[in-house]
């Protein structure tokens, strides 16, 4: 039952808050699609950036798109850069 | 000292003319070049929706340039950007150092899966052959 509860959400749509369901922290076993970033990560990229800022605006986290720690640090690196310059939103909604 | 490539973008204030915008960025080209840098590309993106207001407007006016040079045009650039009232925003960015890990991580990539195709040299081929006829 539990499992089940596991395999929820599609990658893309889902809102952060709704992952905390139940008091206990939850252990993520979703299997980690391989995500394929290109080696240079371009900050003016909107519509490739679009892809890991989830309805919010924030920046989907790690355990969510499964890509590499250092792929997550160049990619919110440019999100940064591209709010700063109102390419992106700082908040969505 | 070095060669470095920059990024620097900025917007400008939607309200102003034509003839305005094409100066400033006439004065940045020329400035860049006054102190020893040379412009790769310059780039007049236009006018686009702003994903959040500054100073109030919604719209702004995108510049974007590339830029080699010591680093010495760029510290001038900004301090001129910054009292400009036509510019809203504006931003740096020096790409020299990760294009250049990009493309030894491609590099990287391209030896590795040329030496894998090197061992197999004929099981791949047919095996894509079987299965288009599957």
């Known amino acids: 039952m539990a499992e089940k509860d596991m395999e929820i959400m599609d990658v893309k749509d889902i809102s952060l808050d709704e ?7 939850r252990r993520y076993q979703r299997r980690r699609p391989r995500q394929l970033v290109p080696d ?3 900050w003016k990229d909107v519509d490739f950036l679009l892809g890991f800022i989830p309805e919010r605006g ?18 919110s690196q ?5 709010r700063s310059m109102a390419m992106l939103p700082f908040v969505a909604d | 000292m070095a060669n470095r490539t920059y990024e620097v973008m900025y917007i400008i204030d939607p309200e102003t003319q034509g003839d305005k915008i094409e100066k400033l ?6 400035l860049i070049e006054k102190e020893g840098g040379t412009i790769v590309r310059m780039d007049d993106i ?5 994903a959040y207001p500054i100073q109030k407007k919604e719209t702004g006016h995108y510049v974007l340039f590339e830029i080699e040079g010591s680093g010495q045009e760029i510290a001038e650039l900004e301090r001129r950007m910054r009292v400009n ?17 990009a493309a030894k991580l491609r590099d990287k990539r391209e030896a590795r899966s040329a030496k894998r195709a090197s061992f197999r040299p004929s099981t791949e081929n047919q095996q894509t052959t079987e299965a288009v006829d599957a």
């Open chain 1, 19 to 25: 992952e905390v369901i139940g008091d206990r922290p």
């Open chain 1, 40 to 42: 240079y990560v371009d």
């Open chain 1, 58 to 75: 924030k920046i989907m986290p790690r355990r969510i798109s499964g890509i590499t720690a250092r792929d997550q640090r160049r990619i």
């Open chain 1, 78 to 82: 440019a999100i940064k850069r591209a």
């Open chain 2, 25 to 30: 960025n006439d004065a940045v080209g020329k």
């Open chain 2, 46 to 50: 236009g006018m686009k929706n702003l």
């Open chain 2, 85 to 101: 009232d036509m510019i809203m925003r504006y931003i740096t960015v020096r790409v020299d150092e990760d294009r250049k890990t």
